[in-house]
């Protein structure tokens, strides 16, 4: 009977986890380097043409910057649900799964399937569902649907599917970041080299463990009222411009010091719930949008801790030769890393990882992960 009782009481210790089991990408083929943008044309927010710096000192200037050197765009033929197809592909392989067993497909994005030329966002059907139909996936109880909460969509994907395997509502399914910016970008406007395009997804697994594992925490944060209009669409700076189209617009320094001020406080406060320390992390996957913008907001991670540190060794960063594909950054790096393909980065089983973004809301996500 006390052999009983004890089983039981295991049993009972037991508590249901989000563990990642596969990891998947898709790396656009069109590599953009930044002469590319020599022969644009640059106007300021008024409409006036910029004329007291040439291309050359735009560009440089950028790149000192962000870092940015080159991006990714897409083929003319391909959409961004087939891209997140593809990452979704990839993410199943690796985790060795039948795409069949899948029960949620949860897909992160802002745009919808933009064709070229034609400035429109198309999400109907969700861009979920046709990732799902362009992976034949026939299982009825697979269900889809789209997360739209600016770059952090894929953050924001993970945290709903947290909740739903913990509910036990599910037991297996993907989370995607994909985006596709370089038809929504204003070729008019100098933030229009950050942006790119790119797919990345996680594989999630319910797991019961004694141990806490996977997702065991998170912190989010919008605010809304005071800078919800940091990152909008606008018509082209070009007062010329022909068509009616809008892209997107950034406040961009205003929108650094919000993010340099405001991520580290979320990311402390999703640490302060695992009951952790900034020295237990081994890794912090952190949105990719702007270089020096993260290697501050980290800096400040450290001040809140009383550390100092190079925070490079512990932040590991695409964005030199990838840009900002939105809500692709984290999952895109986090395979990349997983798989071997960043230098000097890996993740091993018992480290804890950040995995945290910002944007347009403004919203911002801080998860405390343990591989």
């Given at each position: 009977?006390?052999?009983?009782?004890?089983?039981l009481?295991?049993?009972m210790?037991?508590?249901?986890?989000?563990?990642?089991?596969?990891t998947?990408?898709?790396?656009?083929?069109v590599v953009?380097?930044?002469?590319?943008?020599?022969?644009h044309?640059?106007?300021?927010?008024s409409?006036k043409?910029?004329?007291?710096?040439?291309?050359?000192?735009?560009i440089?200037?950028?790149y000192?910057?962000?870092n940015?050197?080159?991006?990714?765009?897409v083929?003319?033929?391909q959409?961004t649900?087939?891209?997140?197809?593809l990452?979704?592909?990839d993410?199943?392989?690796s985790?060795?799964i039948?795409?069949?067993?899948l029960?949620?497909?949860i897909?992160?994005?802002?745009?919808?399937d933009?064709?070229?030329?034609n400035?429109?966002?198309?999400?109907?059907?969700?861009?979920?569902n046709?990732?799902k139909m362009?992976l034949k996936?026939n299982?009825p109880a697979?269900?889809c649907h789209?997360?739209?909460?600016?770059?952090?969509?894929?953050?924001?994907?993970?945290?709903i599917a947290d909740a739903y395997?913990?509910?036990?509502?599910a037991?297996?399914?993907v989370v995607?970041?994909?985006d596709?910016?370089?038809?929504?970008s204003d070729p008019?406007d100098?933030?229009?080299?950050i942006y790119?395009d790119?797919?990345?997804a996680?594989i999630?697994e319910?797991?019961e463990?004694?141990?806490?594992?996977?997702?065991l925490c998170?912190?989010?944060?919008?605010?809304?009222?005071?800078?919800?209009?940091?990152l909008?669409?606008?018509?082209?700076?070009?007062?010329?411009?022909?068509g009616?189209e809008?892209?997107?617009?950034?406040?961009?320094?205003?929108?650094?010091?919000?993010a340099?001020?405001t991520?580290?406080k979320?990311?402390k406060?999703s640490?302060?719930?695992a009951?952790?320390h900034l020295?237990?992390?081994?890794k912090?996957?952190?949105?990719q949008a702007?270089?020096?913008?993260?290697?501050v907001?980290?800096t400040?991670?450290?001040?809140?801790?009383?550390?100092?540190?190079?925070v490079m060794?512990?932040?590991?960063?695409?964005?030199?030769k990838?840009g900002n594909?939105s809500?692709?950054t984290?999952?895109t790096?986090?395979?990349?890393?997983v798989?071997?393909k960043?230098?000097?980065?890996?993740?091993?089983k018992?480290?804890y990882?950040i995995?945290?973004?910002?944007?347009?809301?403004m919203?911002i996500n801080s998860i405390?992960y343990?591989?």
């Amino acid at each position: 009977m006390k052999d009983i009782a004890d089983n039981l009481q295991t049993e009972m210790r037991k508590e249901l986890y989000a563990r990642i089991i596969g990891t998947g990408s898709y790396l656009p083929p069109v590599v953009i380097k930044n002469d590319y943008f020599l022969d644009h044309e640059f106007y300021e927010p008024s409409g006036k043409k910029i004329t007291d710096k040439t291309n050359e000192e735009i560009i440089q200037k950028f790149y000192e910057i962000t870092n940015i050197a080159e991006r990714r765009y897409v083929n003319e033929n391909q959409l961004t649900s087939d891209i997140a197809a593809l990452a979704v592909q990839d993410a199943c392989d690796s985790a060795g799964i039948d795409k069949e067993s899948l029960d949620f497909i949860i897909l992160g994005h802002n745009f919808g399937d933009i064709l070229p030329g034609n400035v429109r966002m198309d999400a109907v059907p969700s861009i979920a569902n046709r990732v799902k139909m362009k992976l034949k996936i026939n299982n009825p109880a697979c269900f889809c649907h789209d997360v739209i909460s600016g770059c952090p969509g894929w953050t924001q994907g993970m945290i709903i599917a947290d909740a739903y395997i913990k509910s036990g509502f599910a037991k297996r399914g993907v989370v995607v970041g994909a985006d596709v910016l370089s038809r929504i970008s204003d070729p008019h406007d100098r933030d229009s080299m950050i942006y790119a395009d790119g797919a990345g997804a996680t594989i999630l697994e319910a797991v019961e463990s004694e141990e806490p594992t996977g997702i065991l925490c998170h912190a989010s944060r919008s605010d809304s009222a005071q800078y919800g209009s940091l990152l909008t669409l606008g018509s082209s700076y070009h007062p010329e411009f022909p068509g009616n189209e809008l892209y997107i617009k950034m406040s961009g320094h205003k929108l650094y010091v919000y993010a340099i001020s405001t991520v580290p406080k979320v990311v402390k406060e999703s640490l302060d719930k695992a009951g952790l320390h900034l020295t237990d992390i081994k890794k912090v996957f952190i949105h990719q949008a702007n270089e020096k913008m993260d290697e501050v907001i980290l800096t400040n991670v450290f001040k809140l801790y009383g550390e100092t540190g190079n925070v490079m060794d512990i932040m590991p960063m695409s964005i030199s030769k990838l840009g900002n594909s939105s809500t692709a950054t984290v999952p895109t790096l986090l395979d990349l890393v997983v798989k071997g393909k960043m230098n000097g980065h890996r993740v091993e089983k018992g480290d804890y990882i950040i995995l945290c973004s910002v944007g347009a809301g403004m919203n911002i996500n801080s998860i405390v992960y343990k591989w």
